[in-house]
């Protein structure tokens, strides 16, 4: 196999000719199950990400024989998608020493671009390695994603494995993550970045097909903080679907204020499961915004590193009185400055509030060591 060309393609075919020879040869005997694992593994080395996904399906020896890390050395690649000024485009780099072709530098790129050519009035496709970064243009294009960007998306993914996705300039679109989700079937996400997507209104198709989109990938990081727009998306039902640990969306103040989300007091379970959720357009109140922080300091008192942030809107006055309240019984104390601490664990959490064009916001930097410093809560 040959990563991040064309090439390989040759070698693909020649090798799934000579496997269905030996099909036929072999008729209904295994002889799969009699060979070591070293040969497997050498026979898995020339396997397609999702061929090896495929594999590991198939039975119990064979599911741990592609867990094996020699077969990871083209993981972790960074993709981003981005629009162009007359099309579209995508980039994978991919760090590792182990890298074909990677001998001189720390990480090998592939760049691919469909643009639209007047003169030839059809569309051109590039194809580059180790080129410029692709830089997305100012608006949306009106015209589709032509079909080769997604068959040559299809190809590379095949080949190398994205735990982080960018997707840069694009129009927020239902379809877009529909056609998108096939082609990432075995791959594993980390993080989800929107950056400059815009939307014109999001529908309950667009947040469904969206939803499902992250969930299929196991997506636990999902930043919207350069899509303002998208801060629509969050609903009560779209943050239950969810299955994320970080949400990061837009806190300029102005901009979060087009879509504003109420969280309910029945949503405490849902948001103590976010280690960091930073959000100026989500509004907690302060009847039970302690009791919020209380139930997520006991999820990550047995972590080894439990440093998180939260930032919220607020609603109501959060008084020496109404946290003394919320804390009875709790085995929490609170100390001046805005210091809740365990008595039982080093669990602490700092809360720093502020109030900015008439709105109220509650910032919580939650610590297993010494408190960060901020200006007293009053």
Known sequence: MQPLNEGGKEHANSLENNLRGVECSLGDKDYISHLPDLCLLQIFRFLKKRDLFNVMLASRRLGSLTSCHGLDRWDGGILTLV??????????????????????REMTSYQYTIEWNEEEKGFVEKRTRN???LRGCGSPVDFPIPSPFFANLKEILREHEARIIVIDKFRFDGLLFSLLLPLFTGHRVDRLILSGVVSQ???DDQRRSFTQFINALG??????????SLNALLTE?????????????NTNLKEAQTHLFRAEQSMIPI??????????????HADWVITLIIE??????ESVDCSSTWFLALEGNLTHFTIDYQLRGSGYTHQRGGLLMSESTSTMAVLHSTQRDDRKFI??????????KYSPLW
């Open 201 to 203: 209104g999001i529908t």
């Open 271 to 284: 948001l103590t499961l976010y280690s960091n959720l930073e959000s100026s357009c989500v509004i907690v």
């Open 237 to 249: 039902q779209f943050l239950k679907k969810l299955r994320l640990t970080d949400l990061y969306t």
């Open 83 to 104: 629009q162009i000024e007359r099309g579209f485009g995508f980039e994978i780099g991919i760090a590792s020493d182990e890298y074909p072709f990677n001998t001189d």
């Open 131 to 133: 080129g410029n970064p």
């Open 363 to 372: 910032r919580v930097q939650f610590s297993r060591k010494n408190p960060p």
């Open 219 to 228: 997506v636990k990081d999902l930043n919207l903080e350069f899509s303002p």
């Open 296 to 301: 997520h300091m006991k999820t990550v008192e």
